[in-house]
């Protein structure tokens, strides 16, 4: 990436950010040999990265993108599976449940660069950006049910991008929607060349940065007021009670919390230590 930003930006492994452009910041989440699955500590250092970028009048837009053939294939559940044995039950859901707000804080015009996968928090991040640019081979799943969690943050946000009955398919099935029909109902607003998905998100960076700075703020905030945020409170609490009666009946029915069937998150059941992706393993 262009541009040394390390005084400006603290070294968070997994995280690399650069001004390819002036005003025009671009995070990179490389972490390619997990096909850019997050971990807590950069998950945490994302609010930091966000206010830095706010607090410089100059700029105007953050790009972001995936190192390598991903862009995001969630949390890492490998580091997930050894914090739940020590951490508090409730740590992990309620800090996976807020993925659709990692960007939400930025100020700035956001665009997410979608070119390979974007499955479970790693959809909630691409969705969150202001502009989603999808290249055909990027595609978008919701796997958190297939981990046993509630779709906390998704349950608000995609009734509100494709509606409810295709919200209901994607979060329901799981299955992967594919770029071009991202960009057909609404999960996506441009359908890149292949390959180009990065330099599409430029122009489109270029174009925004061409405008007054403090206006496209102010333009950005009055369009996310209108989204009647609290109600994505509401929503993300009662997932946390869902997640919790999940973990109840699973301690009942296998004698003690985190003992669950094959497959569940934590246990030793297959599946349990792998990145979060889709059900079929891609």
Not at 53 to 66: F, S, T
Not at 87 to 102: I, K, N, V
Not at 209 to 223: C, G, I, T
Request: include cysteine.
């Amino acid at each position: 990436m262009e541009g040394d930003m390390n005084e400006m930006f603290d070294q968070v492994p997994g995280l690399v950010v650069g001004e390819p452009e002036p005003g025009v910041f671009e995070l990179l989440i490389d972490r390619p040999h997990r096909r850019n699955a997050v971990t807590e500590e950069m998950m945490r250092a994302l609010p930091d990265i966000v206010e830095r970028i706010n607090n410089r009048p100059d700029a105007a837009v953050l790009i972001v993108r995936g190192s390598g053939r991903a862009f995001c294939a969630g949390a890492d559940l490998g580091v997930v599976n050894q914090r739940r044995r020590t951490d508090p039950p409730w740590r992990w859901p309620q800090l996976m449940g807020r993925e659709a707000e990692l960007l939400d804080g930025c100020e700035v015009t956001t665009i997410a660069v979608v070119d390979g996968p974007a499955v479970g928090l790693g959809m909630g991040l691409a969705l969150s950006a202001d502009i989603c640019v999808v290249e055909p081979d990027g595609y978008f799943a919701e796997a958190h049910l297939a981990l046993g969690l509630a779709p906390t943050a998704m349950a608000w946000w995609l009734p509100r991008m494709v509606g409810l009955q295709r919200a209901s398919d994607i979060i329901l099935t799981g299955r992967r929607v594919a770029g071009a029909e991202a960009a057909a109902i609404g999960l996506a607003a441009r359908l890149a060349e292949p390959g180009q998905g990065r330099a599409t998100a430029l122009a489109i960076a270029r174009e925004v940065a061409d405008k007054p700075r403090d206006m496209a703020r102010y333009a950005k905030l009055a369009l996310r007021v209108a989204q009647d945020r609290e109600r994505m409170t509401q929503v993300r609490q009662f997932g946390g009670m869902a997640n919790r009666m999940h973990r109840a009946w699973l301690a009942a029915e296998h004698g003690a919390a985190g003992e669950g069937p094959p497959g569940t998150p934590g246990t030793s059941g297959a599946g349990g230590a792998a990145t979060a992706t889709t059900p079929d393993g891609e």
